[in-house]
Structure formats: C-alpha cells, structure tokens
C-alpha cells in the first residue's frame, strides 16, 4: 500500500502535522531535510507554511514545486520512537 497525504498543518521549526489515509496520524521534522535547490526555499517560513496536499500526487507539495515522497514522510511519522533518556540521579 502506498501511504497518501490527507491532512497536513504547519507548525513551528519546520515541522508538519500528518495524517495518513489508514488513520494514522504524527508530526514530522523537516529542518535536517531543507538542503538542495529545491528545499532551500523552504528555510523560509512563509514558504514553508504553505504546505498543501497535491490533489493527484496524494502527498506535501509547496508553491516552489518541493514535495516530498508519501512513503518517506509515513516512514517518518510511523516509526517507533525511543523512550526519552532519564536523568542520571547521583547514587542510583
């Protein structure tokens, strides 16, 4: 199955909100990603805001003509996160 984009919301940081046309749902960062001639652009954060779904490609697309792969950003959002590092506490 290939994932489709059905809801995007932009956030702070380079980061989207998603949900996925399977009901899953989760925010992915973007701020490692923005290199090259075509994601560059979107360093700034009106450009950035502007994220839409494409009607026929079913996943984030920007004004400049950026997007970005279903599947890569379904692997971003679904894939089990690590539990936070605890503090060390002195003595234990």
């Known amino acids: 199955m290939i994932p489709k984009v059905v809801e995007v919301k932009s956030l702070e940081d380079y980061r989207l909100w998603l949900r996925f046309n399977d009901g899953t749902t989760g925010t992915v960062d973007l701020s490692a990603e923005l290199w090259g001639p075509m994601f560059e652009p979107l360093k700034d ?30 692997e971003q959002v679904a894939q089990p996160r690590a539990p936070a590092d605890r503090p060390k506490v002195a003595g234990r």
């Open 45 to 74: 954060k009106t450009l950035f805001g502007q994220a839409a779904i494409h009607p026929e490609l079913e996943t984030v697309t920007w004004p400049n003509g950026a997007d970005l792969a279903p599947e890569f950003l379904y």
